[in-house]
């Protein structure tokens, strides 16, 4: 056995104390301090090894402590006083077991195991009033639940290579990584129960697209994450693709094309310095890739995106945002109402580009004086006519088409999933606002457009004239005799209220056979354009793959 930890001999102190605030932005678009504060501190590692048919006894401590198979499966039992559990974890999956938790593992086959201990304290917070009532009863709650985290055995190896120096920089590098696992291990445990268990594989997945999100500057071998994922790599390519209708490289490529985009558009930025924010360590191999890509080099692509555009259409930033662009200016839905105002900040913003929708003539030829002025009709016309026609504007149809060819394939992956989970059922389109609920019908393109003409799911014939249902009653929702509904929700609407809604319109709509309500969390605005398509995509997938059950 081989025992790595950074304690220090001959005292109770184990390393570093950093202190983790956990915050939330439910309800509000500022952070702010969450109820819930907890304490974390990295207590130490061990290297064991299980010779054929030997068991490996622990005794409850006072750490939480997170075990990892290295090289073969083991046979776990779990105790808590009268309280037990058994099963099996494989290899390259992580276990947490909570202080005061015995544990006895095993080989199962009799082969030697090798498997790793990472040991460290979790408690509240001292001088903080608020309580872990949220996040301690998953943290404490005994369950064999092992999970798959994306790049683990590196940090494990970064675990045992700890000397004990007690070097400060290590020690948070290996916080981080901690912090890292405690992230994965809590979502996967804090997951709504389902009617059918979500597999582990689909967990992996979905925390691989999260993981990849946040690191796409890293390097990163796909090849690695898909054997971290405990199924032979084609199967793991295959479940990466149905979530994300890509492979993962080039769901990568994807990620790394669409940042590089945003900071080419910065000013200063060097192409050289984009390269390697992005994740490329050739920057030359950057330049032929993104031309390959974008029908254009890094350098004319930010030549054509150094532009100030002032947008008179909130709209319009979910399509200049696909093409890597930010506005200087914005202005805000009823400026119409104070036009002097508004016309002296889009003079003050000295704009090369002003993106206007229909306006009276007057305040068309005050635009025309700032600057070049182009009036787009919005309303009623396709948001990607509105994109291709941006790019074309700055010379950046490349870019937008390249947008759009991505968009087609999320568009077919999806649809796949519409298909087979909803089974050419019906369903309403509800969006839930604080005060009532709007009912989109087909004479509404905006959101006809998304669900029942690019998805595919099935309008109720009762909908067929309807532009709109405005009421603040889910009664006169339910009179229009479709049972399945998919609400859109917004982000801070909680688990619990989603049920409460769903108990709700299952008694409005009793039926001998089970029907089904669909949320899709909107954490923006509903605008049509490209950037809320592309999400609303992304939800409607992940609810189909993770539904909310009661």
Known sequence: MKRLSNSIEGSDKRGIPLRVTFHSQQGSEQMRPMETSLTIEYAGSE???????????????????????????????LKQGEDQRSGFILEGELLLVPPGTAYALSSPDGRAVQWIAVYFMCRDREESEARSEEWSPLLQRLELAPVRIPQIRTWMEDFLSDPGSHEPGFYFWLQSHLYAMCAGWLQAASKPKTIEPVSNLSLYVEYTVRFMTEHYNEQMDMEELARDSGVSISRFYRAFRQYTGLSPHKYM??????????????QGRSVTDVAHAAGYSDEFYFSRHFKKHMGLTPTEYATKANVRIVCLVEVFEGDLAALGLTPVLTLKRGWTDHTEQALLEVSRAQPDLILAGPVEQPVLDTL???????????????????????GSLLGLTGPAERWL????????????????????????????????????GLQMTKMKSLFYDDLGIVPPPSIRDLVVLDTPSLLEVAKLACENVLFLVDKSMT??????????????????????????????PLHYNAFVYDGLIDQTVHELMHPLRI
């Open 47 to 77: 290297l064991f090894r299980l010779e054929g048919s030997e068991r490996s006894g622990h005794a409850g401590g006072a750490e939480h402590a997170f075990l990892f198979p290295v090289d073969g499966k083991l046979r776990v039992i």
């Open 253 to 266: 490529t994807k990620l790394r094309m669409g940042e590089s985009l945003r900071m080419l558009a910065e």
């Open 368 to 390: 025309a004086g700032i600057g070049r002025t182009e009036a787009v009709r919005w309303k009623g016309v396709s948001w990607k006519e509105r994109l291709l026609r941006f």
């Open 405 to 440: 060819a991505y968009y087609d394939q999320k568009v077919e992956n999806a649809r796949l999933h519409v298909s087979r989970s909803l089974r050419g059922e019906p369903y309403l389109i509800v969006h839930v606002y604080p005060d009532g609920y709007r009912v989109y």
């Open 495 to 524: 688990d619990g209220e989603q049920r409460q809604l769903e108990e709700r319109w299952r008694k409005l709509r009793r039926t001998r056979r089970e029907r089904r309500c669909l949320f899709i969390r909107h954490p923006f």
